[in-house]
């Protein structure tokens, strides 16, 4: 028995791609590796994904989330995705969801979370 696709909020998707700063080639990279095609196609309307995908997007759009609320303003979003961070072994967060796909998305994500919360490293 195959596992169950799940939907990908087109317009969620699109919109954090943007914030993070990624083209669609990278984005399909931070994904788990999916064509640039694929990923428009999910931009452009609500579509079926593998799990691990809809998961990784679902990533994605919380870290554009939390990275409006740790750094509202543009300039300060782009300086924290590509400094280095000691929580992601010196690399930047932008490296990390492109080098380690799907799962550098989580490291990010987990890295905001502790931001957001106050939790040092």
């Known amino acids: 028995m195959g596992a169950v696709a799940e939907t990908i909020p087109a317009q969620k998707l699109r919109k954090a791609r943007r914030l993070l700063g990624l083209t669609q080639v990278e984005a399909g990279r931070a994904l788990g590796r999916v064509r640039p095609e694929t990923v428009s196609r999910w931009e452009s309307r609500s579509a079926k994904a593998r799990p691990l995908h809809a998961q990784t997007a679902r990533y994605l759009i919380e870290i554009a ?28 967060p932008h ?18 979370g502790r931001v957001l919360h106050g939790i040092p490293s």
């Open 95 to 112: 490296q990390v969801m492109l080098e380690d796909p799907p799962f550098g998305a989580r490291q990010v994500y987990d890295l905001l």
């Open 65 to 92: 989330r939390m990275l409006r609320d740790v750094a509202p303003a543009e300039e300060d979003r782009r300086r924290f995705l590509n400094s280095p961070q000691p929580d992601l072994h010196g690399k930047t």
